[in-house]
């Protein structure tokens, strides 16, 4: 950014300046450029003006001049003149001709009634000011789009001048153009040079800004409450973007309200500075041009000469003295930094530390390099591993060139730093960079420095073994797991975007072993769950954290027991979490467990068995699950068996409570074992046979088991396998007074009705016995996804199959990540529906689903995986849905993407177009279509349409942009305009042999007719190409000529309507040479030569001559002078009795001439006076032998790293160097390096082995004699 202290260069040597004039009567403006044939624009209030009888608008050569006839009132206003990018403002001061003196008072006091309505009073005795400065204070959203334009810079309106009292509030406004500006442009305010602003906002100050979508512009305010006086004085407003700077210069007064009878001392503390004719002319006017400084504020006159200041208030006419201009910020760079404060309180400066670093950031011209035709880049990248060349371009082939890194020199070490010389390059090669090469690095050249940084980038980390959801209950510990593509790699972990460190909450530990990552929380609790991520630069995974309380389900409680003596009892029972531990109590007690009654806990199982039971053991038993308020309980009855006397023919009996007409039956779950005691009684003792009958057919299948003295069991069936008490999975223990049916594992084949039948000779007695057994539910087939959304999705499945002879009670839901192994699950509650809404999932991610099915026995096992799924969302609407053209038959429309895409991606975009009143939505195109825009052909013409636009994904149609209103199908005429560029707006200079591409964009519906015109004539040469477009005419030529050059116009035309430019090309090339070189006189040690300007300008103004002389004897040629602008010189200090030939160049912007024009005969500078003879001296013989002045040292190095052996000789001529080891030569042996540099001899010896010890012997020699001096080198290992 350029400094505002530095004054920019003008396009205009004479400016207009205000001037007084009459109403009725005439004013001349006369403005003069550096440059003939410049465009000059005049503006009016911020408008151009425009040729007519009024305004007579006349340019000859460099001179121009704006007429302006009858002037009225209304013509008191500012003006401008523009060339290029200077702009000059100047005022018309118009005056009533019969009581111009009496007019002012009554105007400024018209003019301040008016501003005290906006709080900007105006000054007594002013001039009023001009319109654009009573809309400063215009809030802003009564700026109206027809504000005046400025064409130069960035500003559409700036901030104008403005007056207001103390205590009154004013607001500046600054407007920027935003519609060819792809983001935000950047505003400061400054007051004075250097004051910023922007950290001075406060109560007094306040600044604001706001973009008017309607008008596309940037609105800037700067606020100023409660003024004060110290407020006074110039301001600025800096505005820039990324390859544009502008700026605009206002005064701010701040006026007092005077008593009746006091002194008004406000003009005191104006910027005021001389302007032609004597006349006060406001600093605003000035500084706006950029080309004067504002005056400085000056006190101290106020206080040293106030009786004299008190008579000059009382004047008509206020005369000042201008004081002198002084450059703050040259006295500043040049003094040194012990004097800033004094120099700040000589000046009035206050804000030191911000006029500081404003200095420091201004920018010093860099000095042109001796040693270096091309330095090093200001920074470079690599990635870790890779390597890098730095490269210089040297002067002198031979300069000795020092590498530095962070300050230290770099040594040659192995393979890591490589030095190579190619020419006039210097290149250094750094292999296999890692990090502690990031590094600042010089290379040195004698006193100069080229500087540069290398900034090594590590390959992005990725994550390779995601992390997986998991679902705990309080108190359980948590591991989060991950796997990245790098060891020793930083991460970071975050909880719903909020980063986890080891100082926030004790409870996280971070782990790391190798490449894998852990997170870690011992004891969970509910405020842990949410959704947990790591994160690397080069990915991030997601999981989530279910944290639930502690639910305990008893899926088989203890059931009651009624058992005879010296029988077992078991109690066992089932509970969900196989990790929780739990009690027994009898009665009430804790039960403790010995020889005859233990207690086991297997997995989710928990038993208390009994053996041998007696009486005592009857009680009621219960088991309480640890850390759980439920417990579960059973009674134990104890059967006491009574012997009374039994006849000796007694027929058998069965005694059993289900002896009635209808069936008893036994529910068994599905792996215990079940126990039937069945008593008999009878005498003889009867024998008894089991039968399972079939429900299809009569036959059963029989145990036949008789009861003999032995207590042994037969087969009563040919078809059965007998059972005995050690055998068989179903089996019959017989007793003296009872048999006991047995079954291990029941399984399902095992249900149905069994029948025990008694005989003895007395009698017979049957029972039917119906066995159930029961079992957890089938697997429910894979549930079914139906309705996916951005986070959730809905799932549904049917009942199983088969429900283990129990109702199912409900259904437990798990999901998992497609690439994991970890279920989770969903509800803790049974569902009772046959579907479930699943939420919280993360979108873009692929999952399955399985369900179980729950009875009171247990969960069944799981269900096949659903079909994996992803859940997505339809993008959200296009964005900024316009019309981009409309024709008689075609529309254009523009979008852009929506803002929410998501992990569905997009497929395109579907348009549509309905008529107005209508419902029926038409396709614009078929399918879908992947741009932002469309252009829609074949409409009728006159049809009022509605327009809509829909984005498409996996997921669905997005909802519709739609046009607000409808649009009407017509052509839409527009006025054909030319938008010249700026840099067409000046001779355009190219040399012979370039290209030329001049693209010149322009505006008009229907499309409009574009002709070239050259000298006015049409341009039709076969070696131009013109190419034109809707919006845009190109002219190209491949290789300019001399004959290209001119004047072209360019005109757009749309019917009776046309716009016209013109462009001056310039096609330059080197001059010739100089004509007519001749030697005009002699004398003495000078030559005066004379020549004429060459015939061919190379169609370029001729900017000087070269001269050179030459020797006659060496011919080399010197130059005399250069750029030298005469056509005659004279050339001095040549040596007597030499002959010299002279030579003249001619130079234009474009360079030297080809060719010189030389003088043919050489010219003789003869010697005067006698002849000297200079006296004989006898040489003197400077050789001398070799003579060693500091010796070699005895060195002890260890292995492996570089040594070196260094002494100093003198000796003329200069000796030839031989070294030797253990008397060997090591010329020609390339482990060893030797260098000589002013007198210092020095052998370096490269990584040295033990091998590498003896006796080194470094030998001079040269004419007058030889030395020879030695040492020793002890190579040691390393330890």
């Not at 036994?666 to 008894?688: E, F, Q, T, W, Y």
């Not at 523009?894 to 497929?907: F, Q, S, T, Y």
């Not at 103004?1101 to 020797?1111: F, N, R, S």
């Not at 004279?1130 to 010299?1140: K, R, T």
């Amino acid at each position: 950014m350029p400094e505002p202290s530095k004054k920019a260069v003008s396009a205009f040597t004479k400016k207009p300046k205000t001037t007084e004039a009459t109403t009725g009567g005439s004013a001349i403006f006369e403005a003069e450029t550096e440059k003939a044939g410049i465009k000059v624009k005049w503006q009016r209030a911020g408008a151009e003006i425009t040729e007519s009888k009024k305004y007579i608008i006349k340019s000859e050569g460099n001179k121009h001049s704006l007429t302006i006839n009858n002037i009225e009132k209304d013509d008191d206003v500012t003006y401008a003149v523009i060339a290029g990018s200077s702009k000059v403002k100047f005022e018309l001061k118009v005056k009533e001709p019969e009581k111009s003196e009496a007019v002012l008072p009554t105007e400024a006091s018209s003019a301040s009634a008016v501003l005290d309505a906006e709080s900007a009073p105006a000054v007594t005795g002013s001039p009023p000011p001009p319109t654009d400065s009573i809309q400063k204070s215009v809030p802003t959203s009564e700026i109206q789009p027809e504000l005046p334009l400025d064409p130069i810079g960035l500003f559409v309106t700036r901030p104008q001048d403005g007056e207001v009292s103390v205590g009154g509030n004013i607001t500046f406004t600054a407007i920027v153009a935003g519609a060819s500006l792809l983001k935000k442009p950047s505003v400061k305010w400054f007051k004075g040079k250097w004051m910023d602003l922007g950290n001075k906002v406060g109560t007094h100050l306040q600044l604001h800004d706001h973009y008017d979508r309607n008008n596309k512009v940037y609105v800037f305010e700067m606020q100023i409450i409660d003024a004060k006086m110290t407020y006074a004085g110039g301001y600025r407003c800096e505005v820039s973007t990324k390859d544009k700077f502008d700026s605009c210069n206002f005064n701010l007064i701040v006026n007092e309200t005077p008593a009746a009878g006091d002194m008004d001392i406000r003009t005191t503390f104006r910027r005021v500075s001389l302007a032609g004719g004597g006349r006060r002319m406001s600093a605003a006017f000035l500084s706006a041009e950029g080309h004067e400084e504002g005056g400085e504020l000056n006190f101290s006159a106020l206080l040293k000469k106030r009786d004299s200041f008190l008579r000059s208030v009382n004047r008509t006419e206020t005369k000042t003295e201008s004081q002198p201009s002084v450059d703050v910020w040259e006295i500043l760079r040049n003094a040194p930094p012990s004097e800033y404060e004094k120099i700040a309180f000589q000046y009035g400066i206050t804000d030191l530390r911000g006029l500081l670093k404003r200095l420091k950031r201004m920018k010093k011209e860099e000095k042109k390099s001796t040693a270096f035709l091309k330095k090093l880049d200001p920074a470079y990248q690599v990635d870790k591993g890779q390597k890098i060349k730095f490269t210089v371009d040297v002067a002198n082939p031979d300069a000795d060139v020092k590498w530095l890194k962070n300050g230290q020199e770099i040594q040659v070490s192995g393979s890591k730093y490589i030095f190579e010389a190619v020419g006039n390059k210097r290149i250094l090669t750094i292999n296999h960079c890692s990090l502690a090469d990031d590094a600042a690095y010089q290379c040195v050249i004698g006193e100069e420095k080229s500087f540069t940084e290398l900034f090594v980038r590590e390959p992005p980390v990725l994550i390779i073994h995601p992390l997986e959801d998991q679902m705990v209950m309080v108190g359980e510990r948590v591991e989060f797991e991950c796997e990245v593509s790098e060891e020793g790699a930083t991460v970071k972990w975050q909880k719903d975007g909020t980063e986890l460190t080891r100082e926030a909450a004790f409870k996280y530990r971070f782990k790391k072993d190798g490449k894998k990552h852990y997170l870690i929380i011992n004891e969970s609790t509910k405020e842990d769950s949410g959704h947990y991520s790591v994160k690397t630069n080069g990915g991030e995974s997601v999981a989530e954290l279910f944290v639930q309380e502690k639910k305990l389900e008893v899926y088989q409680s203890i059931a009651d027991l009624t058992v005879k003596a010296r029988d077992q009892a078991v109690f066992k029972c089932e509970v969900s979490d196989e990790n929780v531990k739990g009690i027994w109590l009898k009665n009430g007690k804790e039960v403790i467990p010995n020889e005859r009654i233990k207690i086991s806990h297997i997995g989710r199982i928990h038993k208390l068995t009994i053996d041998d039971v007696t009486p005592e053991d009857e009680a009621d038993y219960s088991f309480i699950p640890e850390g759980f308020a439920y417990n579960v309980s059973a009674k134990l009855q104890f059967l006491e068996i009574k012997i009374d006397f039994v006849p000796r023919e007694e027929p058998p009996k069965i005694h059993l409570d289900c002896m009635g007409q209808s069936p008893d039956t036994i529910v068994v779950v599905a792996g215990n074992k079940l126990r039937l005691d069945v008593p008999i009684s009878g005498d003889p003792i009867p024998s008894v046979i089991w039968q399972k009958v079939k429900k299809n057919s009569d036959s059963v299948q029989s145990s036949d088991d008789s009861r003999n003295p032995t207590g042994t069991s037969s087969d009563l069936s040919n078809e059965n396998k007998l059972l005995s008490e050690s055998e068989g999975r179903v089996r019959v223990e017989m007793h003296e007074d009872h048999c006991v049916f047995i079954i291990e594992g029941a399984e399902k084949q095992d249900e149905g009705v069994y029948r025990v039948t008694v005989k003895n000779p007395a009698g017979e007695d049957k029972a039917d016995i119906t066995v159930k057994v029961i079992d957890v539910p089938d697997p429910p087939e894979a549930p079914k996804i139906l309705n996916i959304g951005e986070d959730y999705c809905s799932v549904e499945w049917q009942p199983p199959s088969f429900d283990g002879g129990q109702p199912v009670l409900g259904y437990i839901l798990e999901r998992k990540k497609k690439k994991s192994y970890r279920w989770m699950r969903l509800n803790f509650d049974l569902l009772k529906e046959l579907s479930y809404e699943a939420k919280r999932m993360i979108e873009g991610v692929v999952y399955e689903m399985r369900v179980y099915a729950v009875n009171s026995i247990g969960m069944s096992r799981p269900s096949l995986p659903s079909a994996p799924f992803m859940p997505i969302a339809p993008p959200s609407e296009p964005t900024h849905f316009t019309v981009e053209d409309v024709s008689d038959s075609t529309i254009t429309l523009k979008w852009r993407p929506p803002e929410r895409i998501g992990a569905g991606g997009l497929d395109g975009y579907i348009v549509e177009y309905c008529k107005e009143r209508s419902t029926d939505w038409i396709p614009a195109i078929y399918g879908l279509t992947e741009r932002t825009s469309i252009l829609i052909k074949d409409l009728v013409t006159g049809d009022k349409l509605y327009f809509r636009v829909k984005a498409i994904n996996l997921a669905g149609e997005s909802e519709p942009a739609i046009t607000k209103e409808p649009i009407t199908i017509r052509e839409i005429v527009q006025r054909p305009k030319i938008w010249l560029p700026r840099y067409l707006r000046q001779t355009l200079m190219k040399k012979v042999g370039e290209t030329i591409n001049i693209v010149i964009p322009f505006q008009g519906k229907p499309r409009p007719r574009v002709t070239w015109m050259k000298g006015g004539q049409a341009l039709e040469s076969k070696d131009v190409g013109i190419r034109n477009s809707n919006t845009d005419t190109i002219l190209f030529i491949r290789k300019a000529e001399r004959h290209h050059s001119g004047t072209y116009e360019v005109a757009v035309q749309i019917e009776n309507m046309e716009d016209k430019v013109t462009i001056t090309i310039q096609i330059a090339d080197k001059p010739g040479p100089p004509q007519n070189v001749k030697i005009v006189d002699v004398w003495g040690f000078n030559v005066a030569l004379e020549w004429t300007p060459p015939q061919d300008d190379g169609n370029a103004q001729i900017l000087g001559y070269t001269i050179q002389k030459a020797d006659k004897k060496t011919m080399e040629w010197y130059t005399v002078s250069d750029h030298y602008r005469r056509t005659n010189c004279v050339v001095s200090d040549l040596i007597m009795g030499n002959e010299y030939y002279f030579r003249v160049f001619s130079e234009n912007s474009w360079g030297l001439s080809e060719t010189a024009a030389t003088t043919k005969t050489p010219v003789y500078i003869q010697k005067t006076g006698t002849i000297y003879k200079p006296p004989s001296y006898k040489e003197y013989d400077f050789s001398e032998p070799p003579k060693f002045t500091h010796p070699l040292a005895n060195r002890s190095v260890i292995a492996g790293y570089n040594a070196t052996l260094s002494c100093a000789l003198r000796g003329i001529p200069k000796p030839k160097i031989f070294w030797y080891k253990n008397k060997v030569d090591l010329s020609g042996d390339a482990k060893y390096r030797m260098f000589s540099k002013q007198g210092v001899l020095t052998l370096e010896i490269r990584k040295p082995t033990p091998f590498d010890s003896g006796c080194y012997t470094c030998k001079a020699v040269n004419d007058s004699g030889e030395a020879e001096i030695e040492c020793r080198l002890d190579v040691r290992a390393p330890q």
